[in-house]
């Protein structure tokens, strides 16, 4: 969405193990963009494991476990048929090497890791209040600036 994310809310199906395994996740961007995840560890494996649909300016995409492709714009679609299933991996620790070993900028920021990583922790957080929402800037200076105990 190009833009940071400034709240998040979660919520996770109640389970004995208490490992929020199968939850919804709600992403608030500064732009106004959202974005849902919903992790389910609960269905049949028998259905793509990951799937991802995307809606912006009118077009849509559906990827299934990253060996399809569907896009949708102006009243027509396309299916593609992946080569190989290709999740990023690879070319992400080669994009990561090459920037160390060329001093060039890092694929991803450290600033755009940490702010993952902060809301990853948000996240989390919201899971253990029952699904709060989390204004990211103030979780942040939470971190920073922790109320004495």
């Known amino acids: 969405a190009e833009s940071r994310i400034s709240s ?3 919520i996770a199906m109640d389970s004995s193990s208490n490992r929020h395994d199968t939850c919804a996740i709600t992403l608030k961007m500064e732009n106004g963009s959202i974005a849902n995840i919903s992790y389910f560890s609960n269905g049949s ?17 559906v990827i299934r476990d990253f060996k399809s492709l569907e896009l949708s714009q102006k009243g027509s679609s396309r299916k593609v048929k992946l080569q190989k299933q290709d999740k990023g991996h690879a070319a992400e620790i080669k994009a990561f090497s090459e920037a160390v070993k060329s001093g ?9 890791s940490l702010h993952a990583t902060l809301v990853t922790f948000a996240v989390v957080e ?4 029952g699904g709060e929402k989390i204004d990211i800037e103030a979780f942040e200076a939470s971190w920073i600036s922790p109320k004495a105990n």
């Not at 919201?126 to 209040?129: A, C």
């Open 45 to 61: 494996s028998r259905l793509s494991k990951e799937y991802a649909e995307i809606f912006a300016g009118g077009s849509s995409a």
């Open 104 to 112: 060039k900028a890092l694929p991803v920021s450290v600033d755009e």
């Open 126 to 129: 919201s899971l253990r209040r």
């Open 8 to 10: 998040v809310s979660a």
